[in-house]
């Protein structure tokens, strides 16, 4: 790349500013008081993907899409009276036809006399941040409609729980090992919640079980295997506490209850339906319970709640439960 001497550098500052123009990454136009471009630097070309050959000479409206040729009379207007147009932000049109959020700095020109004579225009592309100001308005929304629905869920929680012959104690542990549950449940969406443009609240149906089930399974009884079965919304926090209380009641008297114990569970599809078999194998025979408690209750409600049917085998080693959902109802 040659550069030039001292010598050899012109002290004209308009050639000076011309190089500035024509070099510069913003795209920066001039136009006349009828609205057609007069100059057209590399910067615009690259933005809007006419080449100066293409501009100049032809209407700015070659740049705005329909809905905004309104815009162009009001600009103008602003102009003529000697007004500058500062960072208003717009879509425009590229020679492929793509829109672009862009902002624009709009300046009278002047000649000599002092006269009005037309508009410079620096146009810079804001699509980028438009983009992400648009995320962060979603994500806020979805933030605030979750958190509204927790709070929902708590107090539903409280209520439900409050309502069994427990002692306060074992309400008070109650409460606490559902909101546990559902507090695991939500953070599996919140790594794909924050890394995604947007996205509704999800999550595989496998990773749900095992993290429902992870704080029983310190001797490695547990086995989770199956397809992929995605839940949704509403639909993930009734699971979440339907496994819960499968889990709760397999520690409390099932296969997680003494370190001999086996639980499996599989995941499968047909016809349309999700079917969760939950299979605990113990170290020793079971009797069914002579009465169904509040758990079990509140399980049959949830399961209800996603349009679920559920299959109860109350074998000599083990229950085997099987729970049927249509793929709709794990929609939410």
Not at 314 to 322: D, F, H, P, Q, S
């Amino acid at each position: 790349m040659a550069v030039a001497d001292a010598a050899e550098i012109d002290p004209d500052p308009r050639d000076w500013l011309a190089a500035i123009i024509a070099g510069s990454d913003d795209a920066i136009i001039s136009k006349d008081l009828e609205g057609n471009i007069r100059s057209w630097n590399r910067g615009a070309a690259r933005l809007f993907g006419y080449t100066s050959e293409e501009a100049v000479g032809r209407p700015i409206t070659i740049l705005i899409p329909d809905e905004r040729l309104g815009e162009e009379p009001k600009i103008l207007d602003e102009i003529r009276h000697g007004r500058r147009v500062e960072q208003f932000e717009t879509q425009r049109r590229r020679k492929d036809g793509a829109l672009i959020d862009l902002s624009l700095t709009i300046s009278p020109i002047h000649n000599e006399r002092g006269v009005i004579v037309g508009a410079s225009k620096i146009a810079r592309d804001v699509t980028e941040r438009q983009r992400a100001q648009e995320t962060q308005r979603l994500l806020f929304g979805e933030m605030q409609h979750r958190i509204k629905n927790l709070f929902a869920l708590t107090a539903g929680i409280v209520t439900l729980s409050g309502r069994s012959n427990a002692s306060t104690d074992e309400v008070v542990r109650t409460i606490h090992e559902r909101l546990g549950a559902l507090a695991r449940a939500h953070d599996l969406t919140i790594s794909d919640w924050a890394s995604e443009t947007i996205r509704e609240q999800a999550a595989d149906l496998r990773n749900l079980v095992r993290a429902i089930l992870e704080p029983y399974d310190g001797e490695g009884q547990i086995a989770v295997e199956g397809i992929a079965a995605t839940v949704h919304g509403k639909a993930l926090t009734n699971m979440a506490l339907v496994l819960h209380e499968l889990a709760t009641n397999a520690a409390k008297y099932g296969a997680l209850s003494g370190p001999e114990g086996r639980l499996d569970v599989g995941i499968a599809e047909h016809e349309g339906e999700i079917k969760l078999t939950w299979a605990e194998t113990c170290g020793r025979e079971i009797s069914r319970p002579a009465a169904e408690g509040f758990g079990s209750r509140l399980e049959r409600s949830l399961c209800a709640a996603l349009g679920a049917t559920v299959d109860r085998d109350w074998r000599a080693n083990g229950l085997c439960i099987v729970i049927t959902v249509p793929k709709k109802g794990l929609e939410g």
